[in-house]
């Protein structure tokens, strides 16, 4: 029999409001295993941002960076980091405009400058503190994902001057900054091609607005009931809320765990 994948998004899926994992998705990803299902992340994160809930579920498989980063069973089998030359002009746009950014590689990340209400205000939201100064780290390293933090109506100059770039919003003062095209979908793609499984047989479960591609293209997209309505109109089915045990009876319904 062919064996079968789940792909979980982290924030307002295998994670509540609060941060916290619930015992009943510990319980459902646990007997996930049990049944022979191949269990990986989906998320926009950075790696180093999701460790400590990797080695909780003991997953070593993940899409990250919505898509730049793809590893399985702790092998790296796709990166592709932003254009350095085009992430030097939007740093260039950015500081022009007193806009600060974030940056990131596979292990850690830093800023552009050494203090900015907006970084704490997005990045505390996910249970960050404001990274280190390092306004040059950009050009030593490869990175996968850039944080450009402004408000919604300032961003639509950058989006124009920067075509190779997709942005993608997920607070009010913050939005990612990825390679145009680049996706979970895409990051998944990549994955289920290594392994050799079908659409079909793939799952993804997720709640955000970058999300909704992932839904749409695995074979069954299942929405948490706490989730952005277009990710609910994405998906196939949409299970409760993540702090209403939404993933064990999403597995359930599916019939992938008793």
Known sequence: MERKIVF?????TLLDHDKQLPESTYEGIH????????????????PFMFESLRKELDIQS??????????????????QPLDRKQLRALKQMARDNDHPLIFMDADTMRASVADHPYIHE??????????????TYDERNDIYQALLFCKPEEEQPYIQSFPTFHF????AVSTDVLPYGGSKAEGIKK??????????????????????EMLRFVG?????????????????????????????????HLGLVK
């Open 8 to 12: 979980f998004d982290i924030d307002g």
């Open 31 to 46: 007997e996930l295993k049990k049944q022979g299902v191949y269990v990986a992340i989906a998320t926009g994160r950075a």
């Open 62 to 79: 993940f899409v990250s960076f919505n898509g730049q980063y793809v590893v399985f069973e702790g092998e790296v089998i796709y990166n």
């Open 122 to 135: 997005s990045m505390g939201s996910l249970k960050f503190t404001h990274p280190p100064h390092d306004e």
């Open 168 to 171: 993608v919003r997920w607070h």
């Open 191 to 212: 994955m289920i091609d290594e392994l050799g499984i079908r659409r079909e047989h793939v799952y993804a479960f997720g709640d955000g607005l970058n999300d909704t």
């Open 220 to 252: 069954t997209g299942v929405a948490m009931g706490n989730g952005h309505e277009e990710a609910k109109r994405a998906a196939d089915f949409v299970t409760k809320a993540v702090d209403e045990d939404g993933i064990l009876f999403g597995l359930r």
